[in-house]
Nanobody, 126 residues
């Protein structure tokens, strides 16, 4: 019912900033919590950040707290992830996902989400 497309990834140097976008089509993102996850080669997909349906409540993984900011613009049907002070540990494919409204959970596990984008690669070089 909704399609998510991430963009904005690329190759950057350590200390640089980057903004990822998640554009939705087919259905509005209004009234849905959204999340960002990332997955490095050989590792499991891990939670990065989430935002509630109003955009007033956010939550971050400890590894990115203070450096990343999640936001949403429902008028543009888009969710963003502003990343600052990037380091090599941030290298991964970043995924945007929509929170499943009827699935119980904390919102920090991939199983809590029902729609996913294809991901965008972020590579940080020292």
């Amino acid at each position: 019912q909704v399609q998510l497309v991430e963009s904005g990834g690329g190759l950057v140097q350590a200390g640089d900033s980057l903004r990822l976008s998640c554009a939705a089509s087919g259905r509005t993102l209004r009234n849905y919590a959204m999340g960002w996850f990332r997955q490095a080669p050989g590792k499991e997909r891990e939670f990065v950040a989430r935002i509630n349906w109003t955009g007033q409540i956010t939550y971050y993984a400890d590894s990115v707290k203070g450096r990343f900011t999640i936001s949403r613009d429902d008028a543009k049907n888009t969710v963003y992830l502003q990343m600052s002070s990037l380091n090599s540990e941030d290298t991964a494919v970043y995924y945007c996902a929509r929170r499943a409204p009827a699935v119980p959970g904390t919102g920090s596990d991939p199983s809590d989400y029902d729609y996913w984008g294809q991901g965008t690669q972020v590579t940080v070089c020292s």
